[in-house]
């Protein structure tokens, strides 16, 4: 399990502790932010393509598979649903989609291209991303 705490300070910018770690959140300056720290998407972002990379690390540690390492970058943006054609549509006909290009180095046999290829597509986030997740939220006030 983990357990993320956030604190919204003055403005737009929220720092983010979780176990010994802190970072922060903002908005850029056009959104009406202090530009202090990466957006909520960026973070979500960046939590998937950090889950790709170590996903693929292990895999391969576990495997012996000669991995020399992995770049991953992605794109979050909202489409029209006419524009996707890979794309189920919403009620709203608008799409939220994460585009991904993962470039993986080593020097691999075709079995081993494939199973990273499936290895990238199925980091844990990926799949909690892809298959959805069930918020149970509650709100209280002091």
């Given at each position: 399990?983990?357990?993320?705490t956030?604190?919204?300070?003055?403005?737009?910018?929220?720092?983010?502790?979780?176990?010994q770690?802190s970072w922060?959140a903002?908005?850029?300056?056009s959104?009406?932010?202090?530009?202090?720290?990466?957006?909520?998407?960026?973070?979500?972002?960046?939590?998937?393509?950090a889950c790709?990379?170590?996903?693929?690390?292990?895999?391969?540690?576990?495997?012996?598979?000669?991995?020399?390492?992995?770049?991953?970058?992605?794109?979050?943006?909202?489409?029209?649903?006419?524009?996707?054609?890979?794309?189920?549509?919403?009620?709203?006909?608008?799409?939220?989609?994460?585009?991904?290009?993962?470039?993986?180095?080593g020097?691999?046999?075709?079995?081993?291209?494939?199973?990273?290829?499936?290895?990238a597509?199925?980091?844990?986030?990926?799949?909690?991303?892809?298959?959805?997740?069930?918020?149970?939220?509650s709100?209280?006030?002091?």
């Amino acid at each position: 399990m983990a357990t993320v705490t956030a604190e919204l300070g003055s403005g737009t910018d929220v720092a983010i502790d979780i176990r010994q770690f802190s970072w922060a959140a903002d908005e850029p300056e056009s959104a009406g932010g202090t530009n202090t720290g990466p957006t909520p998407y960026e973070i979500l972002l960046g939590s998937l393509a950090a889950c790709i990379g170590v996903t693929l690390r292990v895999y391969a540690n576990h495997k012996g598979i000669p991995l020399e390492g992995a770049s991953v970058t992605l794109t979050f943006d909202r489409i029209h649903a006419d524009d996707c054609d890979d794309c189920d549509e919403r009620a709203d006909g608008r799409i939220e989609r994460i585009r991904s290009e993962v470039i993986i180095r080593g020097d691999f046999d075709e079995a081993q291209r494939v199973r990273l290829t499936q290895v990238a597509q199925r980091c844990p986030v990926h799949k909690s991303l892809a298959n959805g997740v069930h918020i149970s939220d509650s709100v209280s006030f002091e």
